[in-house]
């Protein structure tokens, strides 16, 4: 029975290895006596697929208009890729599974980075009623490790966020001025950075304030994003730390005209300029460093006050010098299991062109889309 069942199996494997598109890069891996630290490289030619025409703003992206445009990278487990010898030219990407504050913390001081003068903690404070903003008791123990006072800006469309006065109350009620000091960067108005080596924008308009900060700890929730197609490190740096001027300077693509009719490339684009800018005058990485946190993986963003439900797990906390890393690394992640819990994640993206900031964001120097993840777990 055993001879006449193994040339059935072997077939079965065959075939099986064939269609999952199994590769010797996974049998590397098994075989690795050090299996902590992956390499991946991303092609960006994946980005030369159609972009998908989605008008919806909702979590109802429908899995019939999406397109395989996902990164070659991605593998049925992430964390057990291709061993390779450390690079220092590779940026680290730091992961662990233990969303924690514990985790959290331990993730951070594997950066072995040593914040300098006037520390800020970038996030979003969440939009009323309802957002997933990272819950204050999870950062709590790293705001306070870095001696940080939290900054925002305001928003560039209506809201509970838009107005400075308003916006102090919703960090407030969200518990943030319970942890630590808070600013609104942008309640006096804009300063300028210099944009170099964009092909959209020349300058970006960040919080008046933005220059008080000597150093920057960007905590970013990675999540979905309606208009963006995802939100991490990059968005955070870009957007987020945009005065409501900037906001909607790099919505309209650098034209100046309407934030919400913007040639959608030129958005993204804006985006990852915008983003240089701001690692550019702090250093490129010496000034500040990148914690994206994937927990309650909904497909809307935190500036959505009705997101829609997460209907994929929770995955872990990475920490990066590198935004573009980072943020690659959670796609990664994300596409790993776009054919199970993370399908509409996916989705959300490639409607979106959302991997098209990724392409930009190293075409433009702002980091690099390889890069070696450390799971600190192990």
């Known amino acids: 029975m055993r001879k006449r069942f193994l040339p059935f199996f072997l077939t079965f494997l065959i075939l099986l290895m064939a269609f999952t598109g199994c590769s010797t890069q996974n049998e590397a891996a098994g075989s690795s006596e050090n299996q902590d630290q992956t390499s991946y490289s991303v092609n960006p030619s994946v980005m030369d697929s ?7 703003d909702s979590g109802n992206d429908s899995p019939e208009s999406s397109v395989d445009n996902s990164p070659e990278s991605s593998m049925d487990n992430p964390l057990s890729g291709e061993q390779t010898d450390s690079d220092s030219d590779v940026p680290i990407v730091y992961f662990t599974s233990d969303i924690s504050p514990e985790g959290l913390m331990a993730v951070y001081e594997a950066l072995g980075w040593t914040p300098t003068g006037n520390v800020a903690v970038k ?42 006065a308003m916006h102090y109350q919703v960090a407030e009620d969200h518990g943030f001025t319970e942890i630590a000091d808070f600013q609104i960067l942008d309640e006096n108005g804009s300063m300028t950075l210099p944009v170099e080596g964009g092909s959209v924008l020349t300058e970006n308009y960040v919080g008046a304030a933005f220059a008080d900060y000597d150093s920057y700890l960007v905590l970013s929730h990675f999540k979905g994003h309606a208009m ?11 957007i987020e730390l945009g005065s409501s ?3 909607a300077w790099i919505h309209s693509g650098g034209t100046g005209g309407s934030m919400w009719s913007g040639e959608q490339d030129a958005f993204l684009e804006a985006m990852a300029e915008a983003g240089k800018s701001v690692s550019d005058y702090l250093g490129n990485g010496e000034r500040i460093v990148y914690i994206n946190v994937m927990n309650r993986l909904s ?7 009705n997101p829609a439900e997460p209907d994929m797990h929770d995955i872990g906390i990475l920490a990066s010098t590198d935004p573009v890393a980072q943020d690659q690394a959670c796609i990664d992640l994300i596409y790993a299991q776009k054919d199970g819990d993370g399908a509409s994640l996916v989705r959300r993206i490639e409607s979106r062109n959302g991997l098209h900031t990724l392409e930009h964001a190293e075409k433009i120097g702002l980091g690099s889309r390889t890069y070696n993840l450390v799971n600190i777990d192990e």
């Open 228 to 238: 963006a197609g995802y939100g991490g490190a990059i968005k955070n740096i870009s």
């Open 50 to 56: 159609e972009k998908i025409a989605d008008s919806t």
């Open 245 to 247: 001027e900037g906001k």
């Open 123 to 164: 996030l979003s404070t969440g939009e009323p009623p309802a957002s997933n903003y990272l819950d204050p008791q999870l950062i709590k123990d790293v705001v306070e490790a870095v001696g940080g006072t939290i900054v925002e800006c305001n928003t560039a469309y209506g809201g509970s966020r838009s107005e400075t």
């Open 299 to 305: 497909v809307d963003c935190d500036c959505d006050g």
